[in-house]
């Protein structure tokens, strides 16, 4: 009886183990689909602007070409709170 009942816990902890890897590496995937790898960005006007990606970052790109993000500072609003942040 005691070994069922070992046989039955393990087989219950390695399920859970396992849905919960999957669900692990789904939400990952998720992120990492949003969110980028690297944000390479000009350094006090030093980096020079160009149509496309330096070449060591197209080297790199083997998934996706790199694209260009144009960020700046903003002031959000909403009917109960103001706060600042970036765009």
Request: glycine share 8%.
């Given at each position: 009886?005691?070994?069922?009942?070992?046989?039955?816990?393990?087989?219950?902890l390695v399920?859970?183990?396992?849905?919960?890897?999957?669900?692990?590496?789904?939400?990952?995937?998720?992120?990492?689909?949003?969110?980028?790898?690297?944000?390479?960005?000009?350094?006090?006007?030093?980096?020079p602007l160009?149509?496309?990606?330096?070449?060591?970052?197209?080297?790199?790109?083997?998934?996706?070409?790199?694209?260009?993000?144009?960020r700046g500072?903003?002031?959000?609003?909403?009917?109960?709170?103001?706060?600042?942040?970036?765009?």
């Open positions: 009886m005691s070994t069922a009942g070992i046989t039955i816990g393990v087989m219950a399920t859970v183990l396992s849905v919960m890897n999957g669900f692990e590496a789904q939400l990952k995937e998720r992120i990492l689909g949003v969110l980028p790898h690297a944000v390479i960005s000009q350094h006090d006007g030093r980096t160009t149509e496309s990606a330096p070449q060591f970052i197209q080297a790199m790109s083997d998934v996706a070409e790199p694209e260009p993000v144009v500072e903003a002031v959000i609003q909403s009917s109960a709170q103001l706060t600042a942040g970036y765009l």
